[in-house]
């Protein structure tokens, strides 16, 4: 059974250029979150989607960032018009059923490593 | 005050030490816990939940105190292996995300 999946594992754009990062949950998880990591920095929440569905996306900047989970296919994070600021490691992770206030264990997938030149 | 709170260390101690991690949480009315453990440039991985009553998984004991929204984290006999940043997460009331802590980051030292 294969955990998080998450491509490109490392990814170099130039200011200016559009990044595009993929996200493959577990198998049978409808949820994903999406996170972003800067060096030396804690997680910071970005998106919480299911399946064709924005649940929450407050910790997502309002431009230049956007996300999706169409109903066949993996999550997409896009950035558009990537800046050096953009610089940092980007998880994913998935789960079974959505928070709701319930107990929910959330598996990360290995990341993907932005680097804007 | 920030929503989960953890001292970030460096915790460097010998192998074979106990070592306890702290955490606190602001919203009173947070539901669920947990550890995960972070290796240097990888990704987030669970720990252990954190249960009202605590708990305990071999070398590891982790204990909630709600009154105080005081979580802590207890590794006795520490390996090398060991050594990696403890995130310390909580889950707020509703359908909120996990809020994780930046971590504390443990060296264990031959």
């Known amino acids: 059974n294969a955990g998080v999946m998450q491509n490109p594992r490392h990814l170099v754009r130039r200011r200016g250029q559009e990044a595009r990062l993929r996200c493959s949950p577990m198998k049978g998880h409808s949820h994903v979150y999406w996170y972003r990591q800067l060096p030396e920095e804690g997680l910071k929440f970005m998106v919480y989607?299911?399946?064709?569905?924005?649940?929450?996306e407050s910790g997502m900047p309002k431009e230049r960032f956007s996300a999706e989970f169409p109903k066949e296919g993996p999550s997409i994070l896009r950035i558009q018009q990537v800046v050096r600021g953009d610089s940092a490691a980007y998880f994913c992770a998935s789960s079974l059923v959505g928070l709701a206030g319930v107990l929910h264990t959330q598996y990360f997938g290995p990341g993907t490593r932005l680097t804007v030149l | 005050r920030k929503e989960v709170e953890q001292d970030p260390g460096p915790f460097n101690v010998p192998e074979g030490a106990t070592v306890a991690f702290n955490c606190t949480y602001s919203?009173?009315?947070?539901?669920?816990f947990f550890w995960y453990r972070q290796d240097c440039r990888k990704e987030p991985k669970l720990l252990m939940s954190?249960?009202?009553s605590g708990n305990e998984d071999g070398r590891f004991t982790a204990q909630l105190n709600r009154a105080s929204q005081y979580i802590s984290l207890l590794i006795r006999d520490s390996k090398l292996s060991d050594s990696a940043t403890y995130l310390c997460v909580v889950n707020p009331p509703g359908n909120t995300p996990l809020v994780f802590g930046k971590g504390t980051r443990l060296s264990v030292i031959a």
């Open positions: 989607l299911q399946k064709e569905n924005i649940i929450d």
């Open positions: 954190v249960y009202s």
């Open positions: 919203n009173s009315a947070s539901q669920s």
